[in-house]
């Protein structure tokens, strides 16, 4: 029997007798896709990464609706340690949101005592609201020249790639025409 397969094979096998290592012969793959359930709340102690990530239980996730520098940037590293302050020793809720940014879950998060993580980082002004993902909720929040202090980040978020001229050095916003 395995004699006519390997024979039948050899017949309508293209190329050769020479070229022929083994029965070509193609069998479909099925690939299903990776079913990866997300939970919708996730409580613990966070590592602060910066001033808008922190992680629960080895998940990465980024504060909804803000925007803070990133940590080479002016007010970076003060963004962060203000987060850190804000988080230390306490139990954060983190309530997913569906969309993903840069392989990071975004949520809202919560103190033990009910306050938003990503309102009071605006309310000190080491953050901005991001109108376009949080539909302007922290917009109130925002101290009197947050938006010149943080001129990246506001830079970002209308589009401008400025971010690659300028190092953490670079804390004066460029002069118009420069």
Known sequence: MRFWRRFILFLFTPGTPSRRTGPAVVRPVRIEPEVV????????????????????????????GIDAPELEHPWGQKSKWALVQLCKGQTITAQIKPELSYDRMVAQCFLPDGRDLAAELVRCGLALDWPKFSGGVYKHLEPEGARKKLWLADARQKGRQVFSRYSARDSVPPRPGA
Do not use: E, H, N, Q
């Open 37 to 64: 359930r997300r939970p919708s709340v996730i409580r613990g102690r966070c590592w602060v990464i910066d001033g808008d990530t922190i992680v629960i239980d080895k998940i990465r996730i980024r504060l909804a």
